[in-house]
Every structure is written in structure tokens, then in C-alpha cells.
């Protein structure tokens, strides 16, 4: 029982990892209901520009602020020069708009950077904890606190504020909201710096596990199926698909895995998402279009 419950609980806090990608796709769904393929080039140019910053001598709190700025600078472009002319199109013009922001920011990574790969130390030590009788990782831990203050400060963001009230209109009914006077270019600049925030810390999570490199970017493919199982549009939806995909994938590769040779982790939250499209399409969270006809 206590093997099962160590799985269990190493899987879950696995799930919060996938979380934090995922948050950064529901925010800009949110906002304009587009699935921002761009977000991993953005995770991967966060690390990349924080590490090589590091690297280069620079204190890890001034290197974190001038990421951050940087990454504000790159919402703005984007606002900017790509999604102000593209206003009120289709969501396929705008997605294939993000998929080559996806490739452009990725070349400005290399450009700025180089290919090579980076380590990257935050300073917390990847060893197993014991807490309540079970061994769980601390670097595991820091990041399920971190995925839950985030959380808590998006919430409030969403919730409590001008802006976010703001960008939930604009999610509801563009148009609506333009007509009502709600400025559709401040809640996208803002909604896209808000998702720069969140690629900075996934990007120093995920590259002080795997690295920093350009396979970085493919952590988003880690989100999608934490997206189909908890909604697009729900952060809260985001977290709780990304457990159920951490303690599953674990569990299966742990208890299916040997029936079947093993490697079930790797496609078994897709296999799982599926079903979830089979029976809620929306997701856990989700909200459903409902068309008057």
C-alpha cells in the first residue's frame, strides 16, 4: 500500500509539471479562443534568455527580472504586429498565425542565444523527502507551490480586477465587448505579458529538470491531452487535468506497463484523453457552446 500511495503521490505532483504548461495555453484561449501554439517556443525562449543571462554573470534576480521584461517586450510585439491587424478574423487565421510566431520566436531564440544545450541550477535539490512515511521529491513540492500560488494569484487577477473582468468579456463576445468600450488591444497585451509570466516559470522548472534546449518547446505536446481532460478555458480546469494525467500515466506504467512491455507512460494520457473527447468533449471544466438555432 505504500508503494501504491508513493506512485500515486510522485504522479500527482508529476501532473502539477504538465500543469503549468497548460495554464499558459488557457490563458490566451481565454482571451481569444485560439490554442496559441506559440506558448513552447515562449517557454523555451524564457529559459534560454534567463540561463545564457546567468551564464554571463548576472545575478539570478536581476536575471529574472530582465527575463521578465524581455518577455513583456515580446507580448507587446506580438500585440503589436501580429494579433491588431489580424483583429476579429477566424480562429484558423489566428491559429496558424501562433503557429509561425512559434517558429519565428524559436529562430530569434537561436539568433540571440546559439543551440547549445544549458544546465540550470534554481538552487533545490531533486531528492526524495520523507512525509508522512512516504518518499517524495522536494523538487516536486516546490513546484506544486508554485503551480498553487500561481493559481491563486490568476484567480484573483481574473476574478477581482478591472482587467479581468475585461478579459472574460472579451472571451464571451468580442465584439460585445468592443462595443461596450472594453480596448481589445490593452487585454491582449496584457493577457499575452500574463502568459510570458507563466512560460518564465515553466521554462526555469522545466529547464532545471531536463535542461535547457530547443526539445524544450516540445513540453507543450505534454499539455495537450491535460487540456483535453480539464477544459481550455478554465485554469483551475488545468491543474486538475494535469493530476489525473501525473497519477494515471504513473500508475499505469507502474501496474499495466509490464503486461504490455512497458513504455504505457508515454501514450497513455492520450489514450485517455480520447475517451474524455468521447464522452466530454469540453473537458472536466470546460465550458459548452450552446448555438440557438
Request: no cysteine.
Amino acid at each position: 500500500m505504500d508503494f501504491f500511495l508513493e506512485v500515486l503521490v510522485g504522479g500527482l505532483l508529476s501532473g502539477v509539471m504538465y500543469s503549468l504548461v497548460a495554464i499558459g495555453f488557457v490563458l490566451i484561449y481565454k482571451a481569444s479562443g485560439v490554442f496559441n501554439f506559440a506558448q513552447g517556443a515562449m517557454v523555451l525562449f524564457a529559459a534560454l534568455t534567463f540561463v545564457s543571462l546567468v551564464e554571463l554573470g548576472v545575478p539570478f534576480w536581476l536575471a529574472f527580472a530582465a527575463t521578465l521584461a524581455a518577455m513583456l517586450l515580446l507580448a507587446l510585439a506580438v500585440e503589436r504586429l501580429v494579433l491588431r491587424p489580424l483583429a476579429n478574423r477566424s480562429h484558423i487565421t489566428l491559429f496558424m498565425a501562433t503557429l509561425g510566431l512559434a517558429y519565428i520566436i524559436e529562430g530569434a531564440a537561436q539568433a540571440l542565444w546559439g543551440a547549445q544545450v544549458h544546465g540550470l541550477e534554481l538552487g533545490i535539490d531533486d531528492v526524495p523527502l520523507e512525509v508522512g512515511g512516504l518518499f517524495v521529491s522536494q523538487f516536486d513540492l516546490f513546484a506544486a507551490a508554485t503551480a498553487a500560488t500561481l493559481v491563486l494569484v490568476l484567480s484573483l487577477l481574473f476574478n477581482r480586477t478591472r482587467i479581468g473582468l475585461s478579459l472574460r468579456a472579451v472571451a464571451d463576445d468580442t465584439l460585445a465587448a468592443q462595443a461596450v468600450g472594453i480596448r481589445l488591444r490593452r487585454v491582449w497585451a496584457a493577457v499575452w505579458a500574463v502568459a510570458g509570466l507563466v512560460a518564465l516559470i515553466t521554462g526555469l522548472l522545466w529547464g532545471a529538470r531536463l535542461g535547457v534546449q530547443f526539445s524544450l518547446s516540445l513540453v507543450v505536446l505534454k499539455a495537450l491531452p491535460v487540456l483535453i481532460i480539464g477544459g481550455f478555458s478554465s485554469v483551475g480546469g488545468a491543474i486538475a487535468g494535469g493530476l489525473i494525467v501525473g497519477a494515471t500515466e504513473k500508475l499505469a506504467e507502474i501496474y499495466i506497463g509490464p503486461l504490455v512491455d512497458g513504455g504505457i507512460e508515454n501514450w497513455f494520457p492520450y489514450l485517455l484523453a480520447t475517451l474524455f473527447l468521447l464522452v466530454r468533449p469540453a473537458g472536466l471544466f470546460g465550458e459548452r457552446a450552446i448555438e440557438r438555432v
